[in-house]
C-alpha cells in the first residue's frame, strides 16, 4: 500500500521539548525578532504535553537562562527551593559519614532546586508565546535525507492507529513528514533517532562510546515541613552503600519546597555484576537508616526513570553535520564533574541557535555553514568545566581502590590524572556471567510497604504511564530464542531486573518447561535503559505511538 504522507515544510526543526531545544528554539526567535525576520519553527513533542517525559535531580544552574531572557523570575521561573548549601556523606551499611570538605565542583549555593518537568513545561508555554510551533503527541520516527544521503532534510514522524501486527485500524493516520532547512536533534540522553544519524553522518567517529547511569527519582510528600534544618544544608549528595566503595553511582536528596523531599539514586551501567537491579539499588538507598529517618514517615507522590548520559568529554559526538545539529543529552553535553546537565543543556540549545540563524542569513546551513556552534562551545567555559572532568567516568569505573588514586591525582592536576585519555568501554560490554555474580549489594530485606517505599509496578503508577495495548510492541527483540538460551544461560536474563517498569518477565510453561520473556510494553517509562545495558544489543527501544509514555508533573 503507497500511503499519502503530508509534507509540512518548515525554516527549523527542533526534535525534542527538553531544555536544549526549548532555549534554542526561543533564542532563535529572539534573534529573528530583532531583524524582522520571518522564520518557521517547530518543535516537536513524544510525550502528551512539554515536560510529560522529562525527569532529572535537579540542581539548576540559572546562568544559561539568564542569558537566554534576564528576567526570568518576573517571568514565573518555577523553583522548588534555592539551594542553601550542601552535604555530601559517605554511606556504610548503617552510617553516614559526613565528608570535612565538599570537592570544589559541588558548591551549589544560591542554585535552584528544580523539577526539570515544571521547568520544561514553563518554557514551553514562553516558546508558544513566542510564536513557535510546539506540537506534542509527535514522535520522531526516522530521520529523512537528501537523496544522495549526505544531508539532514527532516524527520517523519510516526504513524498513528496502527494494530497489534502493525496494520491500519479505521482511526489510521500516516506521520507526516516535518522538512526543514535546519533540524536540532535534542531527544535527550540515548535518543531514537540519534544512532541512525550519527551513523549515517559518522559523528561518533574517534570518539569513545557514550556510557550511562539510570537514574530513579521520586517525589516524596512529609506529614510536616522541616526535613531539613533551616539553617543547614537542604542538598545532600551520597557515595557508598548499597554500591559500596567500587561501583560507581550515588544518591541524593534534595529540599523540593513546603513538605516535600526530592530522592534519587543513579546506578552507573557499567556495572559488571548480572544480578544487579537500579531500582532494587534505589530501594536499598532508601532504606537505609540516614535516609529512612528523613523519609519513612511520608508518601511517594510520584516516580520517574530516566538514563543520563554521563561518559563525558570524550564522547561527545562531531555537533554538526549538513543540515543539522545535536544539543544537550543527546550529544552527552554534562557537566561530570559538578552534577549538572540541564544549564548545559541550555547553552548547547542557545549556541546552536546562534549558528543556525547566521547560516540561514548567509544561505549556507551547510556542515560548514553551521560550524560556529561547536567553536564557540569549544571556548566556553562549561567546554572547559566538561574538560577537567574529561577522565572522571572512567576513573569511576575502575572496580579496585585504584579508582581513588586515579580521582585523586585528576582533582589536583585539573583532569590529567595518571593517564590521559582514559577509555571508557561501552555498558552492554560489562557484564561478567551470572556464575561469577555475587548477591546485588546491600541489604535484600528492604521490602516496599506501598507507601514510602513502592515497587516497581506501583511506580510505574506513580508516573501516570500509559501505551494503548493495542499496537505493535515498540520494544524490539531482535531474536527471542536467544533469551531462552544464551542469554538466560550466560547472564540470567539481566533484563528482567534492570528494567525499572518491569517490563520484561521470564515465564517457564509450568507443563511443557517452555520458556520465554513476556513482554508489557505498556510499564515502559522510556528510560532505554533496555536498549544501552542489554549485553547482546538484542533490544532495541523505538518510540511508540505519540502521546504516549509517562506523564510525569513533578519529578
Ligand atoms: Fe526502560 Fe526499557 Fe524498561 Fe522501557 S522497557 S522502562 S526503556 S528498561
Not at 15 to 39: F, H, N, T, W, Y
Not at 504 to 513: A, L, M, N, R
Request: contains cysteine; proline residues 6%.
Amino acid at each position: 500500500m503507497t500511503l499519502e504522507r503530508e509534507t509540512i515544510p518548515f525554516d527549523v526543526l527542533f526534535v525534542g521539548a527538553g531544555p536544549a531545544c526549548l532555549a534554542g528554539a526561543i533564542r532563535l526567535k529572539q534573534l529573528a525578532d530583532e531583524k524582522s525576520m520571518e522564520l518557521e519553527i517547530a518543535v516537536i513533542e513524544k510525550g502528551s504535553e512539554v515536560g510529560a517525559h522529562a525527569v532529572s535531580g535537579a540542581i539548576f544552574d540559572p546562568c544559561a537562562l539568564q542569558a537566554l531572557m534576564p528576567d526570568f523570575l518576573e517571568k514565573g521561573f518555577p523553583f522548588e527551593a534555592v539551594v542553601r548549601g550542601d552535604a555530601l556523606y559517605y554511606l556504610t551499611a548503617d552510617k553516614a559519614i559526613a565528608a570535612p570538605i565538599l570537592p570544589r565542583y559541588l558548591h551549589n549555593q544560591g542554585f535552584y532546586v528544580v523539577s526539570l518537568s515544571r521547568l520544561s513545561r514553563w518554557m514551553g508555554a514562553l516558546a508558544e508565546e513566542a510564536g513557535i510551533n510546539v506540537f506534542c503527541g509527535f514522535a520522531g520516527k526516522e530521520v529523512l535525507y537528501s537523496e544522495d544521503g549526505t544531508r539532514v532534510i527532516g524527520v517523519r514522524t510516526g504513524d498513528k492507529g496502527l494494530d497489534k501486527d502493525g496494520l491500519p485500524k479505521a482511526n489510521f493516520e500516516p506521520g507526516a513528514d516535518l522538512t526543514a532547512n535546519v533540524t536540532v536533534f535534542g531527544e535527550g540522553a540515548r535518543g531514537s533517532l540519534y544512532p541512525d544519524v550519527a551513523r549515517r553522518m559518522r559523528l561518533e567517529d574517534h570518539r569513545m562510546p557514550q556510557v550511562y547511569e539510570t537514574g530513579i527519582k521520586e517525589v516524596i510528600e512529609l506529614p510536616e515541613t522541616g526535613a531539613f534544618p533551616s539553617d543547614g544544608p537542604n542538598v545532600m549528595h551520597f557515595l557508598g552503600y548499597p554500591l559500596g566503595p567500587f561501583r560507581a553511582g550515588g544518591g541524593f536528596l534534595y529540599d523540593m519546597g513546603e513538605n516535600r523531599i526530592g530522592i534519587g539514586y543513579l546506578t552507573a551501567l557499567g556495572y559488571e555484576d548480572a544480578r544487579i537491579d537500579p531500582y532494587g539499588m534505589f530501594l536499598r538507598f532508601k532504606s537505609h537508616p540516614f535516609i529512612r529517618s528523613r523519609i519513612s514517615s511520608g508518601k511517594v507522590i510520584e516516580q520517574g526513570a530516566r538514563t543520563v548520559s554521563v561518559g563525558g568529554f570524550h564522547t561527545i559526538p562531531k555537533l554538526v553535520m549538513n543540515g543539522g545539529l545535536i544539543v544537550g543529552a543527546s550529544a552527552g553535553i554534562h557537566d561530570v564533574l559538578g552534577l549538572k546537565g540541564i544549564h548545559a543543556a541550555m547553552y548547547s540549545g542557545i549556541w546552536a541557535a546562534e549558528a543556525i540563524f547566521q547560516a540561514l542569513q548567509s544561505g549556507d546551513t551547510s556542515e560548514a555553514g553551521l560550524s560556529a556552534y561547536p567553536k564557540v562551545f569549544e571556548t566556553s567555559k562549561l567546554h572547559a568545566a566538561i574538560f577537567e572532568g574529561r577522565n572522571t567516568t572512567a576513573a569511576l569505573a575502575k572496580t579496585n581502590p585504584v579508582r581513588y588514586l586515579f580521582l585523586g591525582a585528576q582533582y589536583v592536576t585539573g583532569g590529567k590524572g595518571l593517564r590521559d585519555p582514559m577509555w571508557l568501554h561501552a555498558d552492554a560490554e560489562t557484564l561478567k556471567p551470572i556464575s561469577e555474580a555475587e548477591q546485588a549489594p546491600g541489604d535484600p530485606s528492604a521490602q516496599p510497604d506501598g507507601v514510602w517505599m513502592v515497587d516497581k509496578l506501583t511506580g510505574v503508577y506513580l508516573s501516570r504511564t500509559h501505551h494503548r495495548e493495542d499496537q505493535p510492541s515498540h520494544l524490539i527483540i531482535h531474536d527471542s530464542k536467544l533469551c531462552i538460551t544464551t542469554c538466560l544461560e550466560r547472564y540470567g536474563n539481566p533484563c528482567t531486573r534492570f528494567c525499572p517498569g518491569q517490563v520484561y518477565e521470564y515465564h517457564e510453561h509450568p507443563e511443557t518447561g517452555a520458556r520465554e520473556i513476556k513482554l508489557n510494553p505498556s510499564n515502559c517509562l522510556h528510560c532505554k535503559t533496555c536498549d544501552i545495558k542489554d549485553p547482546f544489543g538484542n533490544i532495541t527501544w523505538t518510540c511508540p505511538e505519540g502521546g504516549e509514555g509517562p506523564e510525569y508533573r513533578m519529578v
